[in-house]
């Protein structure tokens, strides 16, 4: 599903295509095994998605709950989650960002620290999504209208202000994975006014043999279900989460951005927008 949004000058777009998304790709296997294991794992997927409602009802250790979902999840698809790096230390009010590859993102970051996502606006009209952003109280941003941005911004500093872990994807858009974007200041501002840290999370994706994937990626002229085909036959792909440093506001919102950015990216800033595709990535989440 896509839309089309009025074009200016901070709305971010990649240059990450088909082109990117095929490159490298695994080889499936047999057509009878691919077929045993891609109805699998939809099954899998299906019956685990219709308890999703279950993350949005008050309840003690809710937290530990939407975790162990988003890993469930992920294992039925077929996505293995790998952790490393610094603590996740047990804060309240914090502004997680990461670079933004695929819709997995959302369940990558859920296992780790769950918390509320700033999603496109449309993201509330989708059949079977809409009813599920609306419980799990996303904060929509339309990314076509800047005069909008400055009251997505308070909304964010105001969860934060209110202990809620918020998670914001600052390149505004997707990109393979091979190329990335720039980090935009405009979700740290929200950091800055309420004076709360900002956890850098480092995503990757990978083959089972350690070979960087583009499979999960969401670009181009991808659909939602076709980039979900993909994913579910694919043999195996695993999610490597690495826990950078933890960031302090201070008070500007553009040295944030390029701290946040660093420890995100750190030697790999090189690829930074140098997607060798063409096409235009979608922003699922702000």
Not at 130 to 135: A, D, K, S, T
Request: proline letters at 6%.
């Amino acid at each position: 599903m896509t839309a089309t949004t009025p074009e200016h000058a901070w709305l971010q777009r990649a240059t990450c295509g088909a082109g990117c998304v095929h490159a490298g790709a695994d080889v499936p296997g047999r057509r009878w095994v691919v077929a045993v294991r891609t109805a699998w794992r939809v099954a899998a997927a299906l019956l685990l998605f219709s308890g999703v409602w279950l993350l949005a009802v008050p309840m003690p250790g809710r937290s530990h709950l939407q975790r162990g979902y988003c890993r469930m999840m992920l294992r039925c698809l077929g996505v293995r989650m790998s952790v490393s790096g610094g603590p996740i230390r047990n804060l309240r009010g914090v502004l997680v960002v990461s670079g933004h590859v695929s819709w997995l993102d959302t369940f990558a970051i859920g296992a780790v620290l769950p918390g509320s996502f700033v999603a496109r606006a449309d993201l509330v009209e989708w059949p079977a999504l809409g009813p599920i952003v609306r419980l799990m109280k996303v904060i929509p941003i339309d990314r076509g209208r800047l005069r909008r941005l400055p009251t997505v911004v308070a909304a964010v500093a105001d969860r934060l202000r209110a202990g809620h872990t918020v998670v914001a994807f600052p390149e505004g858009t997707t990109w393979c994975g091979l190329g990335y974007g720039r980090f935009r200041p405009a979700m740290f501002q929200a950091a800055v006014d309420a004076g709360r840290p900002v956890q850098p999370l480092r995503l990757s994706y990978r083959h089972k043999d350690g070979r960087q994937s583009t499979v999960p990626a969401f670009v181009g002229d991808d659909s939602l279900l076709t980039s979900i085909k993909r994913v579910i036959t694919a043999r195996r792909t695993v999610c490597h989460v690495s826990v950078e440093s933890l960031q302090l506001p201070g008070a500007d919102r553009r040295e944030l951005a390029a701290r946040c950015e660093v420890a995100v990216r750190g030697e790999m800033r090189s690829a930074l927008t140098n997607g060798s595709g063409c096409g235009e990535g979608h922003a699922l989440v702000a």
